[in-house]
């Protein structure tokens, strides 16, 4: 990421609940959720983030394709859902979108939920 002159990583987290005091904190425009993490999920981290911060966008990156995870995380407010084998080209439009307000989820998981 520190490779791309537009984005700047500004804070980390190793476990849900540190997602959301670290996001509360620091206010990025972007975040890189993880689905399964510990403590809380990424499903229930960015409901507490987008309660509090509502201009904060959440990409969900994760290895899950099923529908249930990306619908969740649709239902929790995260506008888009990324698989972590995404290439970084894909990922960084990906952030890129989200940071514009628009919604984006990986072509193979659209694929499956339109086809």
Do not use: C
Not at 1 to 6: D, I, K, S, V, Y
Not at 26 to 48: K, Q
Not at 63 to 76: G, K, Q, S, T
Request: proline share 5%; glycine share 10%.
């Amino acid at each position: 990421m520190g490779a791309e002159p537009e984005i700047e990583l500004v804070g980390e987290a190793t476990d849900g609940k540190e997602a959301v005091a670290r996001a509360l904190e620091l206010r990025p425009d972007v975040i890189l959720m993880g689905l399964n993490i510990a403590y809380v999920t990424g499903i229930g981290s960015t409901r507490r983030i987008l309660k509090a911060s509502p201009d904060t966008a959440i990409l969900m990156l994760t290895m899950f394709e099923d529908d249930d995870p990306v619908l969740a995380a649709m239902r929790a407010g995260a506008p888009g859902y990324v698989l972590k084998g995404a290439d970084w080209a894909h990922t960084l439009r990906a952030i890129q979108a989200v940071n514009n307000g628009e919604a984006i989820i990986s072509p193979t998981i659209t694929r499956r939920l339109t086809g």
